[in-house]
C-alpha cells in the first residue's frame, strides 16, 4: 500500500475516535467505549452499509497490513502497561481473601454459564475444524474477562480509589487477570500446537522457559539495571532502549510459541521491579502513543473485523444470549463474592458491576481468538456488542446501586486519617 493512503486512514480513524471518545465522556461515558464504537462505525456495519463504495476504497483487504502490524505494536504496549499497573496495585496485597472471593467467583459463574452456552453456539458460530472444547473454553475465557485498565479509570474519575469498595474491586480484577489470562494462554496453545498434546507439551515447556527467564534472568537484571541508572524512577534513553528490547524479546517469544505477543509483553510488564515513581514515568512516556495513536486502529481494524449478519434472524438471538450470560454472570458472581467478604448489598453490586466493564481486554481476547482461529467474524462482532454493552453499563448501574457522593465522601474521608 502506500504512504498516502496509510496516511489517510491514519487520519479518518483518528479523527472519528477522538470525535467518538468526546462524545460519550460528555454523557457520561469512558472514553474507550466512544472510541470501540468508533471501530463498529468504521467496518462494514455502518461506513460500509452507508457508503459502501468509499468504505471498500479507503479500507481494502490489501491496504491493511501497515495498520494490522501497527495496532500490533500499540496492543503490546499497552499490554505492557497493564502489566506495570497489575505489579502497582495494592489491592491484592491489602485485601488479599476480600479481592480473593469476588475475583474467584467472577470468573468461576461467568465461566460457567459461558460453558453452559457454548452448546448451542457451536454448530453455527464455530469456525469448521474448531473442536467443541476448544471452543467452549475460549468462550468461558472471554465471558469473565474484566477490563482492569477501565476500572480503575472510572474509579479514579469518581474518587473511588482509595476507598474499600475501589481496592476490593481493583485487587478482585487483578485475581480475575491472573485466572482468565491462563485459561485463555491454555485454550491458545490447545489450538495452536496443531500437533495434539505433543504440541501442547512443547508450548508448555518452553512458556515454563520464556518464565524461568523472565523471572530468574530479566527480572533480577533489570533490578540492577533501574537501581543503578534509574534510582529515582527516570529511565535515560539508554535504560528505556534496554527495556523496549526486552518487551519486544518476550513478546516474539510468545509469538514464536504460537501464544499472542500480548501474553509477553504483559509477562514482561509484570515481572519489572515494583515502583510507583517508575510506573509513572514509563506511563507517561508510553501512554501518549499507545493509547492516543495506535489503540485506535485497533478499535478500527475491530470494527472492520465484524459483520452485519450479526444483527439479524437467529444471530441476533445469540447476541442477546451471550449479552445477558456475560452480565448476569459478571454481576451475580462479583456481588456473590464481595458479599462473603463481608460487604453490604449495596457495595457488593457495585462490585459486581464494576467486574462486569469489559472494554478494552474484551476486544484483546477477541483479537486473539480470531487470529488463533478459534472465532469468527460473526462472533467477533456478538463479543464485540457484549464489549461495548457491558462497559456502557457500568456507570449508571454503580449511580444505581451506590451513587456518586457517598462514595466521594468516603474517599475525603480515607484520605484525611493519619
Given at each position: ?19 467518538c471518545?468526546?462524545v ?62 497489575l ?13 480473593g472471593?469476588?475475583?474467584v ?13 457454548a ?38 474519575d ?47 515447556l518452553?512458556m ?144 459486581g ?31 464485540l ?30 484520605a484525611?486519617?493519619?
Open positions: 500500500m502506500s504512504v498516502t493512503s496509510l496516511l489517510l486512514q491514519l487520519i479518518v480513524i483518528l479523527v472519528t475516535a477522538r470525535f471518545g468526546w460519550l465522556r460528555h454523557v457520561g461515558q469512558p472514553g474507550v467505549v466512544g472510541e470501540m464504537a468508533a471501530g463498529l462505525m468504521l467496518g462494514p456495519v455502518v461506513m460500509g452499509a452507508l457508503f459502501p463504495s468509499l468504505h471498500a476504497q479507503l479500507f481494502s483487504k490489501e491496504s491493511l497490513q501497515g495498520l494490522s502490524s501497527l495496532s500490533t505494536l500499540g496492543l503490546v504496549l499497552f499490554m505492557f502497561v497493564v502489566g506495570l499497573e505489579r502497582a496495585s495494592k489491592g491484592v496485597r491489602e485485601q488479599l481473601r476480600s479481592a472471593y469476588v475475583g467467583l467472577s470468573v468461576v459463574v461467568p465461566m460457567a454459564l459461558g460453558l453452559a452456552i452448546p448451542a453456539l457451536h454448530p453455527s458460530l464455530a469456525p469448521a475444524g474448531v473442536g467443541f472444547w476448544p471452543f467452549a473454553l475460549f468462550i468461558a475465557a472471554a465471558l469473565s474477562i474484566t477490563a482492569f485498565p477501565v476500572m480503575a479509570r472510572i474509579l479514579k469518581r474518587g473511588m480509589t482509595r476507598t474499600p469498595f475501589g481496592q476490593l474491586s481493583l485487587g478482585a480484577a487483578a485475581v480475575v487477570d491472573v485466572f482468565a489470562w491462563i485459561l485463555l494462554a491454555f485454550v491458545v496453545a490447545m489450538v495452536g500446537a496443531g500437533e495434539g498434546y505433543q504440541g501442547l507439551l512443547k508450548i508448555t518452553g515454563a522457559v520464556v518464565l524461568a527467564a523472565l523471572f530468574f534472568g530479566l527480572k533480577p537484571a533489570f533490578a540492577w539495571l533501574l537501581r543503578v541508572k534509574a534510582p529515582e524512577g527516570e529511565p535515560s534513553t539508554t535504560v528505556m532502549a534496554a527495556l523496549m528490547i526486552g518487551l519486544l524479546a518476550t513478546s516474539l517469544a510468545t509469538e514464536w510459541l504460537h501464544l499472542h505477543a500480548v501474553f509477553g509483553a504483559f509477562l514482561f510488564g509484570a515481572c519489572l521491579p515494583r515502583d510507583d515513581r517508575l510506573l509513572k514515568s514509563l506511563t507517561e512516556r508510553i501512554e501518549p502513543i499507545s493509547i492516543v495513536v495506535l489503540m485506535p486502529l485497533f478499535f478500527a481494524l475491530a470494527g472492520l473485523g465484524t459483520t452485519p449478519n450479526a444483527f439479524s434472524g437467529a444471530s441476533l438471538g445469540a447476541m442477546l444470549l451471550i449479552v445477558g450470560v456475560a452480565t448476569v454472570g459478571k454481576i451475580a458472581g462479583g456481588a456473590a463474592g464481595a458479599r462473603m467478604a463481608g460487604y453490604g448489598w449495596r457495595d457488593s453490586l457495585a462490585t458491576s464494576l467486574m462486569n466493564a469489559r472494554g478494552l481486554m474484551e476486544l484483546i481476547v477477541m483479537k486473539i481468538g480470531l487470529d488463533a482461529g478459534l472465532i469468527g467474524p460473526e462472533l467477533f462482532t456478538m463479543l456488542v457484549m464489549a461495548l454493552a457491558t462497559t456502557a453499563m457500568t456507570g449508571p448501574l454503580i449511580n444505581l446501586f451506590i451513587g456518586r457522593k457517598p462514595a466521594v465522601a468516603a474517599d475525603a474521608a480515607h484525611a486519617k493519619p
